[in-house]
C-alpha cells in the first residue's frame, strides 16, 4: 500500500517538500493542507503588486491545487486548517475553512511548513483599519485596495477650474445625487471642497447611501493651499495641486 504524507503549509516550505517529495518517488500519496486561499505564491515578490509592477495578485500565485495534480499528482487542499496532530493515532484533525466542515486524516509520514506569523506589537491603535502586516496575497491585496485611492472634489465648477489637487475629479455637493455611480465602493475616497464644510456634508450622504470609504479632508484646499505653498517654495517641489488659491 502507499504510504501517505502529509504536509502542514503550502507555500515556500511545504510546496518545495511536496514537489520533492514526488520527484524523489511516485510510491507516496502526498496530500498538502494550506488555510490561505493559496499554494505556491511568491512572497518575494509581493512589494512589487503594490509597485503596481505586477498587475493582478493572480500573478503571485505560482501553481493552482489543479496544476498540483496534473503535474505532480499532489493533492493540495486550500482554506483547509490542521487543527491538531493525534501522534498516537497518527492522525490529524482538518477544518474546511469554507463550509466548516471537521475530518480526520491518517498519515504515515507528518511534514510541518507552517512558516511563521507577523509580530504585532501591543501599541495603543494598532488594531486601527490603516495598520497592515504583509505575509501573504490576501494582505497585498487589501493594503493596495486601502491605498488605491480617488481624490474627489466637492466645489463648484468653477471654483475647481481655479485650482485643485492634481488627478482630482470634480464632483459638487449639488450634483452628487445624480452622480453618485462616480464614486467607486473599492476605493478610498478623499473629499475636499473649500473650507470642508460641503465635502462633510457630502461624506455624511455617502455614509446614508452606504459607502464606507469616504474621508473628508478637514482643512480643505484652503488649508492645503497655504501649507503647500508654505512648504513648495520652502523645498523646492513640484506642486500637488493645479494653483493655489487663498480665497
Ligand atoms: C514581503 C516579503 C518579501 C520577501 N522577500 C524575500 C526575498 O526576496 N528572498 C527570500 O529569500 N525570502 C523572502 N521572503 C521570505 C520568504 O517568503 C519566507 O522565508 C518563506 O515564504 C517561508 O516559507 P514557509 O513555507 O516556511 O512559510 P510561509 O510562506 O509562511 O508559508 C506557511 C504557510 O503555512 C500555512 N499554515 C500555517 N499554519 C497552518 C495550519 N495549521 N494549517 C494549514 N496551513 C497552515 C500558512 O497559511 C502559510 O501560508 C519574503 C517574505 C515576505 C513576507
Known amino acids: 500500500m502507499k504510504k501517505r504524507v502529509l504536509i502542514v503549509g503550502g507555500v515556500a516550505g511545504g510546496a518545495s517538500a511536496a514537489a520533492r517529495l514526488r520527484r524523489n518517488s511516485e510510491e507516496y500519496e502526498i496530500v498538502m493542507f ?37 503535474q505532480y499528482n499532489i493533492e493540495a487542499r486550500v ?31 507528518l511534514i510541518l511548513s507552517p512558516g511563521a506569523r507577523p509580530i504585532i506589537p501591543n501599541i495603543p491603535g494598532i488594531e ?47 450634483e452628487l445625487r445624480e452622480r453618485v455611480n462616480e464614486i467607486p465602493k473599492d476605493k478610498t475616497v478623499y473629499l475636499n471642497c473649500r473650507t470642508g464644510q460641503r465635502s462633510y456634508n457630502a461624506v455624511l450622504a455617502l455614509q446614508h447611501l452606504g459607502f464606507n470609504n469616504v474621508v473628508n479632508i478637514t482643512g480643505s484646499f484652503l488649508g492645503l493651499s497655504f501649507y503647500e505653498a508654505y ?11 493645479t494653483n493655489y488659491n487663498f480665497k
Open 128 to 174: 486601527n483599519v490603516n495598520v497592515f502586516t504583509i505575509r501573504n496575497v490576501v494582505d497585498i491585496d487589501n493594503l493596495n485596495k486601502f491605498i488605491q485611492k480617488l481624490q474627489a472634489d466637492a466645489r463648484e465648477r468653477a471654483e475647481f477650474e481655479n485650482g485643485h489637487i492634481k488627478g482630482a475629479i470634480n464632483i459638487p455637493l449639488s
Open 34 to 70: 494550506e488555510k490561505g486561499p493559496h499554494v505556491s505564491f511568491s512572497n518575494c515578490a509581493l512589494p512589487y503588486r503594490l509597485s503596481g509592477t505586477i498587475q493582478s495578485a493572480n500573478r503571485l500565485v505560482l501553481m493552482s491545487p489543479e496544476k498540483f495534480k496534473s
Open 231 to 241: 512648504n513648495d517654495k520652502l523645498k523646492n517641489r513640484e506642486s500637488i495641486l
Open 79 to 109: 482554506s483547509s486548517e490542521v487543527l491538531s496532530i493525534d501522534k498516537y493515532n497518527k492522525e490529524v484533525k482538518v477544518k474546511n475553512l469554507l463550509t466548516g466542515e471537521i475530518y480526520k486524516e491518517k498519515y504515515d509520514k
